[in-house]
């Protein structure tokens, strides 16, 4: 499976960017897709997931700015990203988890100026 990501860009502070993850070949009932953020010189760290089954999760530094969601009909996770901040600045990965295997994308730069 391939993961192709876009949608990263630079934007202002306050400002917002949609992200879009689509999955290339097979995926299974029971998958997990998510977003994964690696700022420069720091470690890479969870943003959401979402489950096939519906449910979702957020690390606590994007509750109620960042809304992730899917397309199972696509094969595709989004990551909405509003009132971004500038230390919202880094390369976003999504990612697969299925069947024991994970599988991750290319990074999307996303930068957001004060």
């Known amino acids: 499976v391939q993961l192709q990501a876009s949608g990263g860009g630079l934007v202002q502070a306050g400002e917002s960017l949609r992200l879009s993850c689509t999955a290339l070949?097979?995926?299974?009932?029971?998958?997990?897709m998510g977003w994964y953020r690696q700022a420069l010189g720091e470690q890479r760290e969870l943003v959401a997931i979402?489950?096939?089954?519906?449910?979702?999760n957020y690390a606590d530094f994007v509750k109620g700015r960042f809304t992730i969601s899917r397309d199972n009909t696509k094969k595709t996770v989004y990551l909405q990203m509003n009132s971004l901040r500038p230390e919202d600045s880094a390369i976003y990965y999504c990612?697969?988890?299925?069947?024991?295997?994970?599988?991750w994308g290319q990074g999307t730069q996303v930068t957001v100026s004060s």
């Open positions: 990612q697969l988890q299925q069947r024991g295997s994970v599988y």
């Open positions: 979402s489950l096939s089954s519906g449910g979702v």
């Open positions: 070949g097979s995926i299974f009932a029971g998958n997990v």
